[in-house]
Structure formats: structure tokens, C-alpha cells
């Protein structure tokens, strides 16, 4: 600027103008510094939220039980009290993403051969769990990843539903004597390919490839890697590919067994899946995700009132030696804790299982777990809800994420945020009966018969959890509980999960408050094997406080005083009792 002003003459500086072509190049360094200093600023990142484990989700609850959802999934902290977290405060508007947030897509196969997707659906959930090791890193949670598998949706839309910045999407070309990988980082905002690469590998060299693309994705996110972090995203990685293969096709057969639509018998489907676990640790010793996978055809074998004694006891010893395994490869020590809390409820032995069952909660976040659910119904629902928020946050498309949440909630005596989490669900993924029914259940607890009433509808027919919501709503209206119950059993659709029903059987003895039936069923339970995990479990899911007298279940009876955990559960039906109500 001074040189477009000012000339250096013998005399001094003078205030007259340079030749023109001095202004012309003077003028052209003006545009070009102001256009640097402008692509400088722009590829400044933008400043991301507070740390938190699993991302941030939002909820909103405003107004006397109304819920209004924010745009993207459930925010506000929670504190947990001795009576649960306090509601979550009121909020508004979008959460960016923190810059190092990405989701795995599933790699498409391009091998012309279909046994090829479980190859490529295996690498991307190889990929996300190296990446998942990485310090600083927000990783989407594979269920919710997964649910993009096959569709054409805009990445824009894909980060703002996974609350993510970052996409990772690639392809697999994979034959019996050359593998082609291709991946690329995009950054979701405006479409821009942060990063790509195309591997030509030998179509064993699995381990490699993914570890060199998580390496290279964490780069492009400005996260330095350091040898401990290297090693532990190579421990954590399945070294034969055919083990990976085989997991993918038990993962399949495990989600089609949990979905009436795709099994109509749960236990049968769980079998061919634990068919498929079994051979990925032949070939994988140390395949701790198969071993505890395999674990949940034996939980259902023990719960269901159909097996046979002899059945149960083979299902806990399997159960049993599965979770030492699983327990002793898992790769970190949360996910070791999740293990082990398993683990003793299937023993004869719960001593500690209060503190452990609590500790485990906390350290949860994005981990499936299969028996934390007890913990609701034993005053350890303030600690479920913080973990399922976080659950949530990290794999928003997962409805047994948004199911739970909405039961610790419930259990936490937080309807209003029962009701926020079940609106999140049906806004991202539509409605599920296990969600439509803690809907029901936290509108009858804050008095809204009508809407609780019109919601039934929404349940399946012939389905456990259509017979709840209505017991419940039935019970608040004073109407024919017995009636109900008994007329119920013609209409249930008992082949894919029969167990649940045992669950609307105890919730109908406990609104009629039927201690005699109640304390018949609970001795019957308790005389077989895994008799105390079952009446925990029947507890945690009827929400109806104690049912029976622990007398009646001496072995529960001894098991619990030795947990530390405390009796009576809380119970979310007081009130709706026969002789509490008046009901004829």
C-alpha cells in the first residue's frame, strides 16, 4: 500500500504515484495476499463441543409431559441422584459435529459374487473398530453405520442422522487370486474427499489394508498416532479372514433371530447363528465378540419356561465356560466389565454384584450388554439412563438403544424424558412395540389415559407387549384386569419369543395382587437352573416392584442378600393395584 502512495527519490520518500505498471503489480500482491489470508481462514477448523464419550445426542422436554425433539438426537447433561438423573434441560438448535467424528459405511462389493458381502461388510466393521481404538476419535456405532448398507442417501443427510463430520465409504473387488480395496474419506459438510486410496492386495492381506486405512483416516483428522495406540488397533484386529467372514454371517442370522418379520422362532435361528460364532473362533481363538454373541442363545434357552431342566443346565455350563472366554480376549476393560457382570449372574455366587453391576453401568457408553437391564429395577436407573444417552449419541439408529433408554427413564421415574427418547426413535427410525409400550407406560404415570389408550393401536396384535400396554391402561381405568389377562392367552402369538409372555402373566398377578400366584410362579422359577437370573430378569421387565415374597425363592433369596443389591424394587405400578385402586 505504501508503495502505491510514495516513490524513493534522491531526495526522499515523495508523495507521488509509482509508474502504472508498479500499481498494477502492487495492486495484483493485494489481491493474492487478501485471497491467501481468506483460504487460510476457511481451512481453519471450526471449534468443536466439549469432549464427550460417544459424541453428543440431544433430547428436549418442554411444557407439562410434552416432549420437543431438537433437531438432531439428545443433549444437556445428566446428573444422577439417589432418585435418578435430573431432567435433561431444555434446548435448542443443531449440535455440529466434532471435526473428528466418522462413520463406516459398508463397503460395497463389487465381485459380482453375493458370498463377497460378508467379506466386505466384515472389513468395514474392521475398520470401525480400529478406528474405535484410537484416543480422540468419535466413531458411529455399526449398527446405525449399517442401516445406510445399499441405499443412495446424501452424505449430508447420512452425517447429520449419525451426527457425524466425516464419512468413510469404499468398495471390494475380491477373487481368488487378487483384491482390489477402495476408500475415501469425505467430509460431509460440502461433499469434499479429504482423503482416498485404492489397494491392490493379495485377497488375505485383510489386516493390513484396514489398518493402514484407519491409520490413514485418523491422519486426515489431525489425530497423531503414537505405537501404543498402533498396537492396540492391531491386537484388537481378527487376523484370519474366513473368521471375520464367518462372524458376519452369524451377525446376520442373530438380528433376523431378535425380528419377528425375518424369525419365527428365536431360539432355532440363534442355533444356525451359533453355528456360524463357533466356527470363527475354530479359526480365531481369541474371537472375543463370538464367544459372547454365542452367549445369547443360552440366556434364552435358561428364560424360556419350555426347556427342559436338563436343557438349562447344559445352556448355563456352555454360557459359563463362552464368558470366560469372552471375558479373557476382550480387548479393554470396559468391555471386560460388561463381561463379568454376566458372568455371575449366571453363577451361584453374586457377592459384590451391586458394586460391580453399578461400575459396569457407568463405563458402558457405546457397548452392547446383555444383563445390565437389572440394574433398573435395583436403584442403579439414574446411572442406566447417563449410559444409555451416551449409547444413543454414539449409535443413534439403534432401537434397543432408544427402548432402554426409554425404560431406565421410566424406572428413573423421568416419563416426560421417556416420552422425548420414544419420539427421538420414531422420528429416526419409526416405531418398535418395545418402544410403543414404555410410551404407554409413562403416559398412564402421568395421568394421560387418553393418549396412553390411543397409542395401543400402534402395538402388534397377539403381541406381549400390546397385552402390557393395555393391562397397565386397564388398571388405571379400573377396568376387568382378570378378564383381560385371561382372554389375552387365545390372541398371543407365542412362537417366536414365548418367554416374554411370562412377563405380562406377572405384571396381571401383581396389578390384581395375586401374592399367591405370584409366590407359586416365583418358587417354581427359583427350583431351576438359572432360576435366579430368571426372576431378576421377569423383575427388571414388569416394572411392578415385588411380586412375590422372597421367601417363596429361597434361592434368589440368598443370591440377593449376598449382591448388596436392595429389595424391594422400585415399583412403577404402585397405585394401579386392585385393592389400591378400588376396581371390583
Partial sequence: ILAWFLERTPEGLKAEPAPQGNKRVVGAAIVLAALAVGWYLRGQPVAEQGPSPGGDARWTVAGAGKAEMGPESISGSVTSTATGPSPPKIDSGPISAPRRSVAVLPFVNMSGDAEQEYFADGLSEEILNSLTRIDGMQVAGRTSSFQFKGKNEDLRSIGQKLGVASVLEGSVRRGKGAMRITAQLIRVSDGIHVWSQTYDRAPDDTLAVQLDIAEHVASALDVVLDDVQRERMRASGVQNVEAFIAFQKGQRLFRDAHDPERSSNLIATLRLANVEFARATSLERDFAAAYYMGTDLYSHIVLTTETSAAERSAALDAARRDLVLAARY??????????????????????????????ATITQECRQASWLLIGNAFGIAGERLVSMRKFMACDPLSGLAVQQAAAAANWAGQPDVALAVVALGEATMGGSDSTSMQKVRALVTLGRLDEARSELPSLSAGSAERVIGELVVAAKAGADIAGMSAGSRDARHLGWNPGYWEVADVLAESLLDNRAASNRRAAEIDAVPGGPLKLAVLLSLCQCGAPFDLDAAPNFKARLAESGLPWPPVDLIAGLRKKETGAP
Fill in 330 to 359: 476382550a480387548h479393554d476393560a470396559p468391555t471386560r466389565a460388561l463381561i463379568e457382570v454376566d458372568r455371575q449372574l449366571i453363577s451361584d455366587d453374586w457377592r459384590g454384584l451391586a458394586v460391580r453391576l453399578k461400575a
